[in-house]
């Protein structure tokens, strides 16, 4: 599979639980949707990340990209420790420049 060089970082960065890494996949704008929540900027991101792979320690495994006019969607198989694991989550993306500009995680 053929993923943006920031979706492929991204992904590496949340299998290797680093959430320095991960913030610095998003512009210093961002916004990040995920359970209910809201995360604005680089900093609140990678702080979300952190707390969430401490809590979960997830990993992901990309099952297929698809590119649309304004977002693209990320299906990945995701597991770690939280009922239900593996699911498979949908990862809404709007990239510009090479950064992601927002993210939206639904099941």
Known sequence: MNLPKVVADLVIAQNNFDS???ATCFSETAVVF??????NGRKEIEHWIADANERYEATM???SFEEKETE????AET???FPGSPIVLN???E???ELIQ???ITG
Do not use: C, P, Q
């Not at 995920?34 to 995360?39: P, Q, S, V, Y």
């Not at 693209?72 to 299906?75: A, E, N, V």
């Open 72 to 75: 693209s969607i990320l299906k």
């Open 61 to 63: 495994k990309a099952v």
């Open 20 to 22: 320095v890494a991960y």
């Open 91 to 93: 990862y809404h993306l």
């Open 34 to 39: 995920d359970e209910g929540k809201t995360h």
């Open 102 to 104: 927002s993210l939206k």
């Open 79 to 81: 597991s770690g420790k």
């Open 95 to 97: 990239i510009a420049d």
